[in-house]
């Protein structure tokens, strides 16, 4: 079935440090493909999307480009900050019922 | 605005409690769900509606139940409540660019309610 797969973390970075959180996910269709941000104490909140091939989102510094010959969509920022810290989660689209399939979220922590 | 709203934000359950956690959105956002989140799992989905009167099962369906009478209001209730509950909920709408084609997914989250089951 379709599915998100993230790479494990936590990760723990210095401030200015360049970030890239991999994601890859099942190749059923063309599904729209999004990264939410969940500050502590809070609900997910979009952060970027793409939907369709070759398309890169942008937000905030970071950016992610949909790789259909990869699956992937990997989100990248080339300099952190201590607010940057929270979980992220790469999510895609299924089917056309409006469902996300998430992956299971990357803890990033960046340190002053 | 409100957005999305969740009520309670706390709660705590015996085992064997029913109760209904709210969700209310005032976007007019036909497309509603539930989640779960859980250490190490993300979110998992429970139950999701695309319009008033119309609702189907998620990931995770068992031991929930939920209605859509009106646009705005989609609870969600748990039955009778086990210690494997124990998660925090959020509800999330969502809208499509194109009527009747949910395209975007694009989902807006309310701030979640924390639920411990002992």
């Known amino acids: 079935g379709d599915s998100v797969t993230q790479m494990e973390g936590p990760v723990t970075l210095s401030e200015e440090a360049f970030l890239t959180i991999n994601c890859t996910y099942t190749a059923t269709g063309y599904p729209s493909l999004f990264w939410y941000v969940q500050y502590p104490g809070e609900g997910l909140q979009l952060l970027l999307k793409a939907t369709k091939a070759d398309d890169k989102g942008s937000n905030k510094g970071f950016e992610a480009t949909y790789r259909k010959e990869t699956t992937s969509f990997h989100l990248e920022k080339g300099s952190v900050q201590v607010s940057d810290s929270a979980v992220y989660f790469c999510?895609?689209?299924?089917?056309?019922?409006?469902?996300?399939?998430f992956g299971q979220g990357t803890t990033l922590q960046v340190k002053p | 605005n409100a957005g999305v709203t969740q009520t309670p934000k706390f709660q705590v359950l015996k085992t064997g409690q029913s109760m209904t956690l709210q969700c209310a959105q005032d976007m007019n956002h036909e497309y509603m769900s539930w989640y779960r989140q859980d250490p190490g799992m993300g979110l998992r989905l429970i139950h999701y509606?695309?319009?008033?009167?119309?609702?189907d099962q998620g990931e995770v369906p068992n031991g929930y139940n939920v209605s859509r009478s009106t646009t705005e209001d989609f609870p969600l209730r748990l039955l009778s409540a086990a210690p494997s509950q124990t998660s925090v909920y959020f509800c999330?709408?969502?809208?499509?660019?194109?009527?009747?084609?949910?395209?975007?997914?694009?989902?807006?989250f309310g701030p979640g309610t924390r639920l411990t089951v002992t």
């Open positions: 999330a709408s969502s809208y499509s660019q194109t009527p009747g084609q949910l395209t975007s997914y694009e989902q807006y």
């Open positions: 509606s695309v319009g008033a009167g119309i609702t």
């Open positions: 999510a895609r689209g299924s089917g056309n019922t409006g469902k996300l399939i």
